[in-house]
C-alpha cells in the first residue's frame, strides 16, 4: 500500500515536471488597436484588432521535440501526406532527434500548417490570424523616420536573401516590436491561421496588384507585399527551410502563461 | 420504484453516452489500420451534428459523400452551396441515395449551434439521416478547410467571405469531384457516385449498408 502511494506521488511529481516545460514559453499580452493593412477590409481603411496573447519567440526544435514525444502521429514517420509534404522535418536526423543541423534554440522549419496548427492546439492556444501576425509586426518605435526607413530596406534587403541554412537561435535577430515580440523578421517566415485569405475572382498574383498593394503607403508596404505574396504561394502541406512559426492565445488568457515568468523570478 | 427513478437517469445517461459514443470509439480502431493517407478524415477533432450526435470524421468512411463548408447568417450565397450539394444529392438515382452521405460544415460555430443547425436544416427540407450539418471548434473548422481547399476569412460584420465549393469524396474520404462555383452542373459528379456505389454494391456479396438501413 505504502509503495503504491509512494508509485502515484512519484508519478504525480513526474507530470508536474513534465508539464513544466511547455509553461516556460513566454507569451505577452498585444493589446488591441487597428493598422493598415494592405488587404484593408474597405479601402483606406485601418483594420481593428482585438487584444491577444503571442509567443515571444517561434517554437524551437527542442520545443517541437516535445510535442512530438507526447504526439506520435505527428512524427516525420507517421505523418499522413494529407498533413504533409514530403520535406517534413527533413534535415533532422530522425523522428525525435532534430540534430546537428538543428539547434535546440534554433526555430523549427520544415514544418507544415497542419502539424503548426496542432502544435500550437497542444499548447492550449492557436496560431495567430493573419491581421494579429501583421498587426503586431508593424507595433515599432523609431526615433526619427530616417531609423524607420533604414530598417525597412534592411528589411527588403533580408526578404530578397532568406538563408535557411544557418538559420540562428530564436532572439538573435534583435529585432522586437514594443510589447516584446522577437524576431518577426529577420529569422523565418512564420505560419498564420489564415494565410491565404480568400481574393476575388478578379484578383491575380502579379506585377499590378503588387503596386495596389504598394499604393499603401506606409513603411512596411513593400516588405509587408512580399510577405503576403509569399504566403499566399504557399499549400497547407508546404514543407520549406524558411518556414517555422509560432503561437498565439486568446485574451483573457485561460493558463496562467503570463505570469509564469514573474513567479519565476520570485522564485529562487 | 423509488431506487428505479434514481437509476433511470443514470441509465439513460450512460446508453445515450453509449450510443453517442459508440461511433467515435469504434471507428479509429479501424481508421489507423486502413485510413488513406490523402483522407479529408485523418482530423480526430469531434463534431456536434444538427441532431446533438458527437462524430468523428472517420465515422463517415465507407460511404461517398458530398461535402461543403458554408454558414446559417449568411443568405444569399449559401443557400445556393447548400442547394447545390442537394443537386448533386438528388440526381443521384433513388435506389442508391440513401448510401450518400452530406456533410455541411459552418464557419461559424458562435452561431450556428447545433440547435440553429437543426432549424436550418429543418428550414430547407434538408433533416435527412444522412445528412449532417456539422459545427466544431474554430481549430478543426480551418484544418477542415485547409484539406479541402476552401479559403474564409472572418469581416468586422461577423460574416464570412468565403470561396464556394462543392467536393465529392469517395468512401476513404478522398477528394474526387470538385465543383468550383455556385450553380454548376451536377451530372458528372452524380455519375461518379452511382458507379462507385454501383461497383461497391456488387463486390459486397453481403449487403451491410442495406441490413443497417
Same mark, same amino acid.
Given at each position: 500500500?505504502?509503495?503504491?502511494?509512494?508509485?502515484?506521488?512519484?508519478?504525480?511529481?513526474?507530470?508536474?515536471?513534465?508539464?513544466?516545460?511547455?509553461?516556460?514559453?513566454?507569451?505577452?499580452?498585444?493589446?488591441?488597436?487597428?493598422?493598415?493593412?494592405?488587404?484593408?477590409?474597405?479601402?483606406?481603411?485601418?483594420?481593428?484588432?482585438?487584444?491577444?496573447?503571442?509567443?515571444?519567440?517561434?517554437?524551437?526544435?527542442?520545443?517541437?521535440?516535445? #510535442?512530438?514525444?507526447?504526439?506520435?502521429?505527428?512524427?516525420?514517420? *507517421?505523418?499522413?501526406?494529407?498533413?504533409?509534404?514530403?520535406?517534413?522535418?527533413?534535415?533532422?536526423?530522425?523522428?525525435?532527434?532534430?540534430?546537428?543541423?538543428?539547434?535546440?534554440?534554433?526555430?523549427?522549419?520544415?514544418?507544415?500548417?497542419?502539424?503548426?496548427?496542432?502544435?500550437?492546439?497542444?499548447?492550449?492556444?492557436?496560431?495567430?490570424?493573419?491581421?494579429?501576425?501583421?498587426?503586431?509586426?508593424?507595433?515599432?518605435? #523609431?526615433?526619427?523616420?530616417?531609423?524607420?526607413?533604414?530598417?525597412?530596406?534592411?528589411?527588403?534587403?533580408?526578404?530578397?536573401?532568406?538563408?535557411?541554412?544557418?538559420?540562428?537561435?530564436?532572439?538573435?535577430?534583435?529585432? $522586437?516590436?514594443?510589447?516584446?515580440?522577437?524576431?518577426?523578421?529577420?529569422?523565418?517566415?512564420?505560419?498564420?491561421?489564415?494565410?491565404?485569405?480568400?481574393?476575388?475572382?478578379?484578383?491575380?498574383?502579379?506585377?499590378?496588384?503588387?503596386?495596389?498593394?504598394?499604393?499603401?503607403?506606409?513603411?512596411?508596404?513593400?516588405?509587408?507585399?512580399?510577405?503576403?505574396?509569399?504566403?499566399?504561394?504557399?499549400?497547407?502541406?508546404?514543407?520549406?527551410?524558411?518556414?517555422?512559426?509560432?503561437?498565439?492565445?486568446?485574451?483573457?488568457?485561460?493558463?496562467?502563461?503570463?505570469?509564469?515568468?514573474?513567479?519565476?523570478?520570485?522564485?529562487? | 420504484?423509488?431506487?428505479?427513478?434514481?437509476?433511470?437517469?443514470?441509465?439513460?445517461?450512460?446508453?445515450?453516452?453509449?450510443?453517442?459514443?459508440?461511433?467515435?470509439?469504434?471507428?479509429?480502431?479501424?481508421?489507423?489500420?486502413?485510413?488513406?493517407?490523402?483522407?479529408?478524415?485523418?482530423?480526430?477533432?469531434?463534431?456536434?451534428?444538427?441532431?446533438?450526435?458527437? $462524430?468523428?470524421?472517420?465515422?463517415?468512411?465507407?460511404?461517398?459523400?458530398?461535402?461543403?463548408?458554408?454558414?446559417?447568417?449568411?443568405?444569399?450565397?449559401?443557400?445556393?452551396?447548400?442547394?447545390?450539394?442537394?443537386?448533386?444529392?438528388?440526381?443521384?438515382?433513388?435506389?442508391?441515395?440513401? *448510401?450518400?452521405? $452530406?456533410? !455541411?460544415?459552418?464557419?461559424?460555430?458562435?452561431?450556428?449551434?447545433?440547435?440553429?443547425?437543426?432549424?436550418? !436544416?429543418?428550414?430547407?427540407?434538408?433533416?435527412?439521416?444522412?445528412?449532417?450539418?456539422?459545427?466544431?471548434?474554430?481549430?478543426?473548422?480551418?484544418?477542415? !478547410?485547409?484539406?479541402?481547399?476552401? *479559403?474564409?476569412?472572418?469581416?468586422?460584420?461577423?460574416?464570412?467571405?468565403?470561396?464556394?465549393?462543392? #467536393?465529392?469524396?469517395?468512401?476513404?474520404?478522398?477528394?474526387?469531384?470538385?465543383?468550383?462555383?455556385?450553380? *454548376?452542373?451536377?451530372?458528372?459528379?452524380?455519375?461518379?457516385?452511382?458507379?462507385?456505389?454501383?461497383?461497391?454494391?456488387?463486390?459486397?456479396?453481403?449487403?451491410?449498408?442495406?441490413?443497417?438501413?
Amino acid at each position: 500500500m505504502k509503495n503504491r502511494i509512494l508509485h502515484i506521488l512519484t508519478l504525480a511529481a513526474a507530470l508536474l515536471l513534465s508539464a513544466r516545460p511547455s509553461m516556460a514559453q513566454e507569451a505577452v499580452e498585444i493589446p488591441g488597436g487597428s493598422f493598415h493593412s494592405i488587404l484593408p477590409e474597405v479601402e483606406g481603411k485601418p483594420l481593428e484588432v482585438e487584444s491577444f496573447y503571442m509567443d515571444v519567440t517561434a517554437v524551437t526544435n527542442s520545443e517541437f521535440t516535445e #510535442f512530438l514525444m507526447e504526439n506520435p502521429r505527428w512524427r516525420r514517420s *507517421q505523418i499522413p501526406a494529407a498533413f504533409a509534404g514530403e520535406g517534413y522535418l527533413r534535415h533532422w536526423q530522425d523522428d525525435l532527434t532534430p540534430g546537428e543541423e538543428s539547434p535546440a534554440d534554433a526555430p523549427v522549419t520544415r514544418v507544415s500548417w497542419f502539424a503548426a496548427n496542432a502544435y500550437c492546439g497542444w499548447k492550449g492556444g492557436r496560431l495567430p490570424t493573419l491581421d494579429e501576425w501583421e498587426y503586431s509586426a508593424q507595433l515599432m518605435e #523609431f526615433d526619427t523616420p530616417a531609423q524607420s526607413n533604414a530598417f525597412a530596406s534592411e528589411l527588403m534587403g533580408w526578404y530578397s536573401t532568406v538563408n535557411t541554412d544557418n538559420i540562428r537561435s530564436v532572439g538573435s535577430t534583435g529585432i $522586437v516590436n514594443k510589447y516584446g515580440v522577437r524576431d518577426q523578421f529577420g529569422l523565418i517566415m512564420e505560419w498564420v491561421e489564415d494565410f491565404e485569405p480568400p481574393m476575388g475572382s478578379d484578383f491575380q498574383l502579379n506585377c499590378g496588384s503588387m503596386g495596389r498593394m504598394q499604393q499603401a503607403g506606409n513603411l512596411y508596404s513593400y516588405a509587408a507585399s512580399v510577405r503576403y505574396m509569399t504566403r499566399m504561394s504557399f499549400t497547407p502541406q508546404t514543407t520549406t527551410g524558411m518556414i517555422g512559426f509560432r503561437c498565439a492565445y486568446d485574451a483573457p488568457l485561460t493558463r496562467n502563461l503570463y505570469s509564469e515568468p514573474a513567479l519565476r523570478e520570485v522564485l529562487p | 420504484m423509488k431506487k428505479f427513478t434514481i437509476l433511470l437517469p443514470i441509465l439513460l445517461t450512460f446508453l445515450i453516452a453509449d450510443v453517442l459514443g459508440q461511433q467515435p470509439d469504434r471507428m479509429p480502431a479501424r481508421a489507423e489500420a486502413s485510413i488513406n493517407e490523402y483522407s479529408v478524415y485523418q482530423s480526430d477533432a469531434q463534431w456536434t451534428n444538427q441532431r446533438n450526435e458527437i $462524430v468523428q470524421l472517420r465515422y463517415f468512411i465507407g460511404k461517398p459523400a458530398v461535402v461543403t463548408m458554408f454558414y446559417g447568417n449568411c443568405l444569399q450565397v449559401c443557400p445556393i452551396l447548400i442547394r447545390d450539394a442537394n443537386r448533386i444529392y438528388e440526381a443521384v438515382d433513388e435506389s442508391l441515395r440513401d *448510401q450518400v452521405q $452530406v456533410l !455541411a460544415i459552418t464557419f461559424d460555430p458562435e452561431n450556428d449551434t447545433p440547435e440553429a443547425l437543426r432549424d436550418y !436544416a429543418n428550414r430547407y427540407e434538408l433533416n435527412h439521416p444522412q445528412w449532417h450539418f456539422l459545427t466544431g471548434s474554430p481549430a478543426p473548422i480551418r484544418e477542415l !478547410a485547409m484539406l479541402l481547399g476552401v *479559403q474564409y476569412r472572418k469581416d468586422s460584420y461577423g460574416h464570412y467571405s468565403h470561396s464556394n465549393q462543392v #467536393f465529392v469524396l469517395d468512401d476513404e474520404g478522398v477528394i474526387v469531384h470538385t465543383l468550383e462555383g455556385l450553380n *454548376q452542373p451536377v451530372e458528372e459528379a452524380a455519375a461518379w457516385i452511382e458507379e462507385h456505389l454501383k461497383r461497391s454494391n456488387t463486390h459486397n456479396t453481403v449487403d451491410i449498408i442495406g441490413k443497417l438501413n
